[in-house]
DNA sequence: ACGCTGACTTGGCAAAACAAAAGTCAGAAG
DNA sequence: CTTCTGACTTTTGTTTTGCCAAGTCAGCGT
C-alpha cells in the first residue's frame, strides 16, 4: 500500500517531525468521543441541552463540559429561548466552524459503514435531498481529479520561512 | 445554522438514538489521539517501530499497543524485513482498510488548518501530485453536486428492517 | 552456547475522560 | 419573597490513556 509523497524539505522523515499538526490540534477540541458524539446530534438538529445528554447517552456533567468547550472553541453558540411560562434557557446553535468539521465526522461515518457496521453499507443513508442520490466524501483537487492516498504530495507550506533547514521540523 | 434533514422513520429525534452508530464504532478502533496520530505517520510513509515512536512522539509501550490493535483491527498489516546482518523484524503497512481511513484524517487536517493553525491554511499543503492542484476533502453526492449540512438527507438504510417503530431505534 | 539490541511486555503512577450522586444556580411565575 | 425545575457544578469513584522505568523476548551473528 502506498503513501502520501513528501515534497522538499519533508522527504527525508528522519529530519522533521509533525509539531503543529492541524490534526493534532483539531484533537485537542474534538478529540474525546463525547465531543465528537456531541457534534454528530448538533448535526441531526439537536439544540437543547436535555437532548444532547439524552440522545449521545452522557452524563449531565460530560455533557456541560462538552457543551461549555465546544462553545469556547467557537464550534456552537449559545442561543437563548424561552419556552412560554419558562425562564430563558439556552440553545446550543452550529456556528460555520462547527458545520465545516462536518466532512471529518461524515468521513468518519463512511469509513465505519464500510469496515464496521453491522449491516452493510452502514444503518443509516446519506444523500443529498436536492437530488436524492447517496452522497460520499470525497478527497480531489482543486482540478476536480480524485485523489487517492498515492497520488498526494505534501510540502511545506508557502507562508511559512523559507523550506530552511529549521523549517522542515516545525510542519504539521 | 442549518442542520441534516432528518427523513422518514428519523424526523422526530424524540424517537430514536444513534445507537449502532458508524462514527461510534470508528471512535473505538482510532478514537485516541496516538492512534490517530499512528495513522498520519503510517499515510506519510512511516512503516517502522522506532519511526513510530519518535514521529508520533508517543512512549515504546504505547506504540506497540496502538500497532498491535490497529494491526488486528485491520488497518495496519505486520510485515516481516531484515536488514542485512540484522535479524528479522517487522514493519507496519497500510492495508487498504487503513487507506480508507484516510479522508476522515485529511478532513480534520483541513479544519484544523482553516480554524486553529498558527499560519493561515496550516503548515502543509496536501496536492495532488498528477496536476499539482491543491487537495480537498469535499462532500458530493453521486451526481457529483457539492452538498453542504443544510443539504443533507439521512434515512434509515434500506438493508435494515422496515422502518417500522422498533426500527428508528435502532440507528446511527 | 553467548552477546547484542530493537521490539516489545510489565508494573506503577499520573492525568484525562467519564459515571453516579448530590448540591447549587437561574429565571420565571405566583 | 417562595417555589419550581432544568441547567448546570461539585464531589467521589471508576476506567482509560499515556508516561516512566525496568524487564523480557526474539532472531541474528559469532
Chains 1, 2 share one sequence.
Not at 474534538?30 to 448535526?43: D, F, I, K, P
Not at 429561548?81 to 465545516?100: F, I, K, S, V
Not at 469496515?115 to 444523500?127: F, R
Request: proline content about 5%.
Amino acid at each position: 500500500m502506498e503513501s502520501i509523497t513528501l515534497q522538499g524539505g519533508l522527504s527525508d522523515r528522519d529530519t522533521w517531525r509533525a509539531t503543529s499538526c492541524s490534526i493534532a490540534k483539531a484533537l485537542e477540541v474534538v478529540g474525546t468521543r463525547s465531543a465528537m458524539l456531541t457534534m454528530r446530534e448538533a448535526y441531526y438538529g439537536a439544540h437543547r441541552f436535555e437532548e444532547f445528554v439524552r440522545r449521545v447517552e452522557i452524563t449531565e456533567a460530560v455533557a456541560a463540559t462538552r457543551l461549555r468547550e465546544l462553545t469556547a472553541a467557537g464550534l456552537l453558540s449559545r442561543v437563548p429561548y424561552q419556552d412560554p411560562g419558562q425562564r430563558t434557557r439556552h440553545e446550543y446553535h452550529l456556528t460555520q466552524m462547527g458545520a465545516d468539521l462536518l466532512p471529518a465526522l461524515l468521513a468518519l461515518m463512511q469509513w465505519g459503514d464500510r469496515y464496521l457496521a453491522e449491516q452493510p453499507g452502514g444503518p443509516l443513508n446519506v444523500t443529498h435531498v436536492g437530488c436524492g442520490e447517496p452522497v460520499t466524501v470525497d478527497v480531489r483537487c482543486a482540478a476536480g481529479h480524485e485523489v487517492d492516498l498515492g497520488g498526494l504530495g505534501v510540502q511545506v507550506s508557502r507562508t511559512r520561512k523559507t523550506p530552511a533547514s529549521a523549517s522542515p521540523r516545525a510542519a504539521r
